[in-house]
């Protein structure tokens, strides 16, 4: 019960940061928020955290800085439409081993400017790339190593 409640008020903060300021006391963000905290519960049980903490500060800093990065190189392109762009599909092998991690990968590849997720498989993520030509698949290697760094099911 201390854990629904803690991820119930956990949620109902985040409704409030999200709806800015709103109190999540209506009757369908209430029960929203309420079924978050069961369906975190059901989906992540108390004790099995899959993060490494200190994984996890380092990727962030390091995937904001890519993220930004990327955003500025996007919108150079939107632009200056002389730039080149050479938009396809990138196919890139996966070594994650675990399901969560994985799907992290693939969220963080779509919110990477310029990439976006179109398959992902157990072994394989497929990605839409604006321009082929950059090393996409050199990035999404390093993206995958530090993510999995993130991960206790991906420590070696």
Avoid: C, Y
């Avoid at 409640?5 to 985040?14: D, E, H, Q």
């Avoid at 079924?35 to 992540?44: C, E, G, K, Q």
């Avoid at 050479?86 to 890139?92: A, K, R």
């Avoid at 999404?140 to 530090?146: T, Y």
């Amino acid at each position: 019960m201390r854990q629904f409640v803690a991820r119930l008020a956990m949620f109902a903060a985040m409704w409030w940061v999200v709806s800015e300021g709103e109190t999540p006391l209506g009757i369908v963000s209430g029960a929203a928020v309420a079924l978050a905290a069961v369906a975190s519960i059901v989906v992540l049980p108390a004790g099995s955290n899959p993060l490494r903490w200190r994984g996890v500060a380092r990727f962030v800093p390091w995937f904001l800085a890519q993220a930004f990065a990327g955003g500025v190189d996007v919108a150079r392109r939107a632009w200056s439409p002389g730039l080149p762009i050479d938009p396809g599909i990138v196919e890139v092998p996966l070594r994650l081993k675990s399901s969560p991690a994985r799907v992290a990968f693939a969220w963080s590849v779509s919110l990477m400017p310029g990439t976006a997720t179109a398959t992902l498989e157990e072994h394989r993520i497929t990605v839409h790339a604006l321009d082929r030509s950059l090393p996409i698949e050199e990035k999404l290697l390093e993206l995958e190593r530090r993510l999995g760094e993130a991960f206790v099911a991906e420590a070696a």
